[in-house]
C-alpha cells in the first residue's frame, strides 16, 4: 500500500520503510473517512489474508486519483485517510483472527489455564496501533502481551536471535547438538 501510494515521495516519509510510513500518516488521518470490507469474514478459522484487502484498498486509491485528476505517482489529498482506513483494517482483521486461536487454545486446552502469554514479534510488532490493539485482546482475555521492543521488530533474523535468547535464558528447548536437524528453506 505504501508503495502503491508512493509515500517515498511524500515530505513526511521520505526516508521510512512502507509500514512505518503508514503508521506515521494515520495518526492524524481520519480512518472513517474510508472503509474496507475485512478479509476473510466468511471463513471460521485463524488464518489471515490481506490480498483481498490489497485490491479493496488499490481500488479505492484509483478512484481517488480518477475524482482528484491526478496520475499513479502523485500523492493523493486523503492520502492520511487512506493510510488511517487501511492501518485500522489491517488491525482489526488481526485482533479478530488472534481472538478466535486464542478462544480455540482455551477451548482445546493447549494453553495453561493461567499465565497465558500473546507473543507478537517481527514488523507488525512495532505497530503501537497494531499493538494497542493487540494489548487491549489480551487483557480482555487474562493474557499477558510479550513484544519486543520496536527496535528490534524490524528483522526475522533478529526476531529469530531474540526468540532464541529468551529459550536460553528459560532453559526451554535447547538443543545441544544439531545432529538430525531437518529443514527446509522457502
Not at 46 to 69: H, M, P, R, W, Y
Not at 78 to 89: L, R, T
Given at each position: 500500500?505504501?508503495?502503491r501510494?508512493?509515500l517515498?515521495?511524500?515530505?513526511?516519509?521520505?526516508?521510512?520503510?512502507?509500514?512505518?510510513?503508514?503508521?506515521?500518516?494515520?495518526?492524524?488521518?481520519?480512518?472513517?473517512?474510508?472503509?474496507?470490507?475485512?478479509?476473510?469474514?466468511?471463513?471460521?478459522?485463524?488464518?489471515?489474508?490481506?490480498?483481498?484487502?490489497?485490491?479493496l484498498?488499490?481500488?479505492?486509491?484509483?478512484?481517488?486519483?480518477?475524482?482528484?485528476?491526478?496520475?499513479?505517482?502523485?500523492?493523493?489529498?486523503?492520502?492520511k485517510?487512506?493510510?488511517?482506513?487501511?492501518?485500522?483494517?489491517?488491525?482489526?482483521?488481526?485482533?479478530?483472527?488472534?481472538?478466535?486461536?486464542?478462544?480455540?487454545c482455551?477451548?482445546?486446552?493447549?494453553?495453561?489455564?493461567?499465565?497465558?502469554?500473546?507473543?507478537?514479534?517481527?514488523?507488525?510488532?512495532?505497530?503501537?496501533?497494531?499493538?494497542?490493539?493487540?494489548?487491549?485482546?489480551?487483557?480482555?482475555?487474562?493474557?499477558?502481551?510479550?513484544?519486543?521492543?520496536?527496535?528490534?521488530c524490524?528483522?526475522?533474523?533478529?526476531?529469530?536471535?531474540?526468540?532464541?535468547?529468551?529459550?536460553?535464558?528459560?532453559?526451554?528447548?535447547v538443543?545441544?547438538s544439531?545432529?538430525?536437524?531437518?529443514?527446509?528453506?522457502?
Amino acid at each position: 500500500v505504501a508503495r502503491r501510494l508512493s509515500l517515498r515521495k511524500h515530505p513526511e516519509c521520505h526516508s521510512m520503510a512502507g509500514g512505518k510510513a503508514i503508521e506515521h500518516l494515520a495518526q492524524t488521518g481520519n480512518q472513517e473517512l474510508l472503509t474496507f470490507r475485512l478479509p476473510m469474514q466468511h471463513y471460521r478459522n485463524c488464518d489471515f489474508s490481506f490480498s483481498g484487502l490489497q485490491n479493496l484498498v488499490t481500488n479505492a486509491i484509483v478512484q481517488k486519483e480518477k475524482e482528484e485528476g491526478i496520475q499513479e505517482g502523485e500523492i493523493l489529498s486523503c492520502v492520511k485517510d487512506v493510510a488511517a482506513a487501511v492501518q485500522h483494517a489491517v488491525a482489526v482483521h488481526i485482533i479478530q483472527r488472534t481472538y478466535r486461536a486464542m478462544l480455540f487454545c482455551i477451548k482445546n486446552s493447549i494453553l495453561p489455564s493461567k499465565n497465558a502469554t500473546l507473543v507478537v514479534s517481527g514488523g507488525v510488532a512495532s505497530n503501537q496501533y497494531i499493538r494497542k490493539g493487540l494489548q487491549n485482546l489480551a487483557d480482555a482475555n487474562d493474557f499477558a502481551l510479550l513484544c519486543p521492543p520496536p527496535r528490534l521488530c524490524t528483522d526475522n533474523g533478529v526476531m529469530i536471535a531474540w526468540n532464541g535468547i529468551e529459550r536460553l535464558r528459560a532453559g526451554l528447548g535447547v538443543l545441544h547438538s544439531t545432529a538430525g536437524i531437518r529443514y527446509e528453506p522457502r
